[in-house]
């Protein structure tokens, strides 16, 4: 079930064009940002949606990339998180 919602997550983000998204296995997705830096996207989400993503600037290896991990949760919870992040891609 998980890895059919992250299947299907993996492919609305890639719809996303400041989103460069990486193939996962795991309960989450990682996702390397353009034109956004990863802070100013969780603020973004965290202030305006109520979302939480998990930004990983200063982390070990990506000290010059804008990353960020998603979690996949549930259908509900997945479609307000790509619906927030087109909204934010068209401001």
């Known amino acids: 079930k998980i890895a059919d919602e992250r299947n299907?997550?993996?492919k609305e983000l890639?719809?996303?064009?400041?989103?460069k998204?990486?193939?996962s296995q795991a309960n989450y997705i990682m996702c390397e940002l353009k034109?956004?830096?990863s802070d100013d996207l969780a603020i973004k989400l965290?202030?305006?949606y109520n979302i939480l993503i998990k930004s990983l600037t200063g982390k070990h290896g990506f000290e010059n990339k804008?990353?960020?991990r998603i979690a996949v949760k549930n259908v509900k919870e997945n479609n307000q998180l790509i619906n927030a992040l087109m909204e934010i891609g068209n401001l």
């Open 21 to 23: 998204v990486y193939n």
């Open 66 to 68: 804008q990353m960020i």
């Open 14 to 19: 890639n719809k996303i064009a400041y989103i």
């Open 8 to 10: 299907r997550m993996i």
């Open 46 to 48: 965290l202030d305006k």
């Open 35 to 37: 034109q956004i830096t």
